[in-house]
């Protein structure tokens, strides 16, 4: 008995090997190589309910406060456990919470505790303060691109007539590019969230291209700008939300390892991909895929081969399961565990990718339509460790569902003549829902 339920299991995973190496990668990467993002941005699914709406910030602003670094490593997502007389607080990064961003999370939630209306403005200051402090590297990162374009535009900003607006930008970016000693990085910070509304709408009406320097010293200074939006908004949710004063744990998901994956060398030509993609298809009309094929054709010539070579840099990729789907995964698979006022709500640092999106989407358990930037990542899988024949057979339905879903975007985007598109994975101005909660020091 025990043989044959391994040897059951074995030929499930050469399944999800094969699927992952036919399959998903070379769509994935088929349409990374053809558009970059699927869409713009979308933001999250919105409740009607203030308390939800509130909670949902909370978990997007705290998860964003333990993503420490700038890349893809410490994107961090979180979630609420319902328990009898208590609740825990997960939390989940790509490539793993580490101890010591989990002492630094208990000391953000010891002092969240406090919270009350009478300490809210010192309480923020407090924890904005402790974020900086933790959120060096990628603060830094931030800062140093703002003081770059801020120069750049305030030079540029010198061939403009001199109006009021000119006027106050070209102080405000003298400051920014060239701080005095005495600017602290919480007031260099502070400066640029205070930016986020009048200002950040005036450079942008400078800009006359998407990627020039107007638009790209809007998305740092917004970017910059968000650990001070952060900390303000786990504090007011802290004082607005119930549920989060029964938060007694932080419980961390263990991370599966990085795994490199290999697309098969058959694999690897745009054209077998699409006719993949024509076999999969509940609509065969001839006419629709010729025009595809045709469109293929033009944006992969024989000579250059655009697509296929971005394709063949692709036939290794190492990939991760994002902090999101190792949440989800938790979740569903215990009985036990049910999420908070059953908002099956998973807050996350960073909006979710294309293939997270989709996952989540049209997961079995039904969870709240997550913010997208719908950027095209290559390097993502499904969760795949300690698996059972069972949890077998629900990675293979939901590779599935993805693979498909895959091959009907890339039909739509040839069948649209769509061009590639160019925008941020983080957003230049909220991509969530709006706040229910007061917009201090917005």
């Not at 919105?46 to 670094?69: G, H, W």
């Not at 939390?91 to 919470?97: D, H, R, S, T």
């Not at 750049?152 to 701080?179: G, Q």
Request: proline share 4%; net charge positive.
């Amino acid at each position: 008995m025990v043989e044959r339920v391994y040897s059951s299991l074995e030929s499930l995973w050469e399944q999800i090997q094969q699927d992952e190496a036919r399959k998903l990668y070379p769509r994935l990467a088929l349409f990374e190589a053809l558009s970059g993002f699927k869409d713009k941005q979308k933001p999250r699914q919105r409740s009607e309910d203030t308390i939800c709406e509130a909670r949902r910030d909370f978990l997007d602003s705290f998860a964003y406060l333990c993503d420490v670094q700038k890349g893809g490593k410490t994107v961090t997502a979180a979630a609420l456990q319902k328990l009898h007389i208590s609740n825990f607080l997960w939390l989940a990064a790509n490539e793993g919470v580490g101890d010591d961003i989990l002492d630094y999370a208990m000391d953000v939630l010891e002092k969240l505790k406090t919270a009350t209306s009478e300490n809210q403005s010192t309480l923020q200051d407090s924890i904005f303060r402790l974020a900086v402090e933790k959120c060096k590297p990628r603060i830094q990162f931030y800062r140093d691109e703002v003081q770059k374009y801020a120069r750049n535009c305030r030079m540029a900003l010198r061939h403009r007539e001199r109006d009021d607006i000119v006027i106050r930008l070209r102080t405000k970016l003298k400051k920014l590019s060239e701080p005095p000693p005495s600017l602290t990085v919480e007031s260099y910070v502070d400066l640029c969230h205070d930016m986020r509304s009048a200002e950040i709408n005036h450079i942008k009406t400078y800009s006359a291209t998407a990627g020039d320097d107007f638009s790209k010293l809007a998305h740092y200074i917004w970017r910059l700008g968000a650990t001070r939006s952060a900390a303000n908004t786990v504090v007011e949710a802290m004082i607005t939300v119930p549920s989060l004063h029964r938060v007694s744990q932080i419980r961390r998901v263990s991370a599966p390892e990085t795994v490199e994956k290999t697309v098969h060398p058959s694999c690897m030509s745009p054209h077998e991909v699409l006719h993949g993609i024509f076999a999969d298809s509940a609509s065969h009309n001839p006419l629709q895929f010729q025009y595809a094929f045709n469109r293929l054709y033009q944006l992969d010539p024989p000579l250059a081969r655009p697509i296929y070579t971005k394709m063949a840099s692709r036939e290794k990729v190492v990939t991760r399961v994002h902090a999101e789907l190792q949440i989800a995964d938790t979740f569903s698979r215990s009985r036990d565990m049910e999420f908070v006022d059953n908002d099956k709500y998973i807050g996350c640092s960073k909006s979710a990718c294309y293939f997270c999106y989709n996952w989540l989407c049209n997961h079995k358990h039904c969870y709240v339509q997550p913010a997208t930037h719908h950027k095209i990542i290559p390097g993502c899988r499904g969760p795949d460790n300690r698996l059972n024949e069972m949890g077998a057979g629900v990675l293979i339905d939901m590779y599935s569902k993805i693979s498909r879903q895959i091959g009907q975007d890339i039909f739509e985007f040839l069948q649209q003549n769509a061009q590639p598109r160019l925008q941020y994975m983080s957003t230049e101005a909220s991509s969530r829902a709006p706040s229910q909660l007061s917009a201090t020091r917005d």
